[in-house]
């Protein structure tokens, strides 16, 4: 699957077959994750992969989300804030730690829908308790977890959720600068309302065309001259 319909394709899933991540899906999922961007490429994350039913169920209870259990495996994303304070300080452990990991995340959940899995990214649970059951060295922050495994039911119907259209959220040059090109993307409501307009205009201008040919054509059988341009 290409990067364009990944991104299409990923929505949260948490309804999972009753069926394994395969070690290569796997290994692919967390290689994509590696290859992250990170702030001077830090690289400050560790990945803890999660599929011992017992762990798994006491990560359930941290985030006191129930759904959790049916996801094969979890992987749960670290960030190091020691490190992240040598290199940047205050910044980096409020700020960068959790945008590297982010983009670690959003790569994973990605390659995970071009690998045919579903994901969810939790971020609600009581850190303490995280970093007990996994056995985390307490700078090693938990900034959230991945569920992973091959989504049960119709995702679109049941999971897919709407988002505002980029009119509402892009600006130009300045915060509250409009988009003035509405064709510059065809997203959002007045965009593709004006693009419909314009598609029905056309239609019109074809099919008065149209008529007007075989107007043509009538007068011209009628008479049996040359047809006139009407
Ligand atoms: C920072 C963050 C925290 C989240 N925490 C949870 C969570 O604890 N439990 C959960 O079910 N979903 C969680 N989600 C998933 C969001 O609910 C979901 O991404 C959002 O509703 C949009 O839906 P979509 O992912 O299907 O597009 C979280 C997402 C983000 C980005």
Redesign the pocket.
Known sequence: MDLENSIEE???V?HYKDKGVEKEKLVKVLNAGRLSPSSGNIQNWAFVVVDDNEKKKMICDA?N?D?MLDAPVFIVILGDEKKAVEYYGERGEKLYTIENC?MAAQNMMLEAVSLGLGS??????IDEKIIEIINAPSHMRPI?IITLGYPKGNIDKD???G?DSLYSKVYFNKYGEKIKDFDMFNYNVLGRTLNRAKKVGNRIKKRIGEKKNSLEKTFFLLVNEKPIIM
């Open positions: 990923r929505c949260s948490r985030c989300q759904w982010s969810c990214f939790v971020a609600a649970f959230g999971e897919k959720k988002r």
